[in-house]
């Protein structure tokens, strides 16, 4: 019966880190396209340094 509680926090441990990660996962795939969607409206300029990938120019 000693094992029992020392799993149970452990478990409780493990899945909150996961879904901290997850939500920080989610928020900043969020976060990414609200800031496509101000650049494209032109609320903030684009950076001129920067280099534009094949995927930058398949998701504009």
């Given amino acids: ?3 029992y509680p020392l ?3 452990q478990e409780f441990i493990i899945s909150s880190i996961l879904a901290i990660f997850g ?3 989610i928020w900043s795939i969020i976060e990414l ?3 496509r969607e101000r650049v494209n409206r032109g609320w903030f300029p684009k950076n ?11 998701n504009a």
């Fill in 1 to 3: 019966m000693i094992r």
């Fill in 7 to 9: 799993i149970c926090i």
């Fill in 23 to 25: 939500c920080t996962c």
């Fill in 33 to 35: 396209k609200e800031q």
């Fill in 48 to 58: 001129p340094k920067r280099i534009e990938t094949k995927c930058d120019e398949t």
